[in-house]
């Protein structure tokens, strides 16, 4: 059993299945957000993924979303239920000739010798939340366009991404951040994929993967963000981040994804 560096119990050794924090490294400071370079994924090459059968290219599985790194749990079988032991037998009464007075009943406790309500023991109260370490703050991101990324990555892609048009018209739409962790991506029926933070469109960013990124709750109350292996790649404040690798997240904080999308992450 491994430990993360946020004290989890953990039953796999690169990444925390709780919170989604890299085991290996220095465990005073985490996985390096410096280097961009992916990390030692064990052996895949024969791996696939056991929900839809895609090989494996990472931490999540790009088809369905499955966590290659989480807890895999096998229901055990149950226990055949033991047979019934035989009732002991009954004592044996010697025969006598004079029949034995029954016993009277004991009296009853009297009003004064019963237990006053002083005495009685208390029963714990439940704690409350002021007693967790951690304040519990609300998160939300806000997704909506991005000009100025769109023309960052048409300048990339030159005339192969002329084909891609920034919508003339993109709805923003909230999220509140909730659970252990909230995909981002678009939604498959026939793949059984269905992202908390859908970007199927209308209007629809044909740069985004069906999974692109990860937001993870963190035990200090905060949330990071994890690129799984994407096709286009996650950038957090133009920065692009390395696959695998965790970046905590701040108020303010813009993630850009796909030929246009943006995600701003808001706390409180």
């Known amino acids: 059993m491994a430990v993360c560096p946020n004290g989890h119990d ?3 050794d690169d990444f925390c299945d709780v919170c989604g924090m890299r085991i290996a ?12 370079a992916p990390p030692a994924w064990p052996d895949t090459a024969t791996e696939t993924c056991p ?23 096998v229901p055990a079988s149950p226990l055949p239920p033991s047979p019934a032991s035989p009732p002991p037998p009954a004592p044996a009464i010697p025969p006598t000739s004079v029949a034995s007075p029954i016993p009277s009943a004991p009296p009853a406790a009297s009003a004064e010798s019963a237990p006053s309500a002083e005495s009685a023991p208390s029963v714990p109260s439940s704690p409350s939340m002021s007693s967790f370490p951690y304040p519990q703050a609300t998160w939300t991101v806000v997704v909506g366009a991005d000009r100025a990324y769109y023309e960052r990555v048409q300048e990339a892609t030159g005339p192969e991404g002329a084909a891609v048009a920034f919508p003339s018209y993109c709805a ?3 999220f509140q951040l909730v659970g252990n962790q909230m995909q981002i991506g ?3 029926v026939s793949r059984g994929l269905a992202p908390e933070i859908d970007l199927t469109g209308p209007p629809a960013d044909p740069g985004i993967s069906r999974l692109h990124a990860v937001l993870i709750a963190t035990p200090d109350g905060s949330w ?6 994407s096709a286009n790649g996650t950038l957090v404040n133009g920065s692009e981040i390395g696959i695998g690798d965790q970046v905590a997240l701040h108020d303010g904080d813009r993630i850009n994804l796909g030929a246009w999308t943006a ?6």
């Open 10 to 12: 953990s039953a796999s």
């Open 25 to 36: 490294g220095d465990p005073a400071t985490g996985p390096s957000l410096a280097s961009s």
């Open 51 to 73: 929900r839809c059968g895609i090989p494996r290219t990472g931490q999540f599985c790009e088809a369905c979303g499955f966590n290659f790194n989480g807890p895999r749990f």
């Open 172 to 174: 923003e739409r909230r």
């Open 186 to 188: 678009r939604r498959s």
């Open 224 to 229: 990071a963000v994890l690129d799984p292996g």
């Open 263 to 268: 995600i701003t992450v808001h706390r409180g």
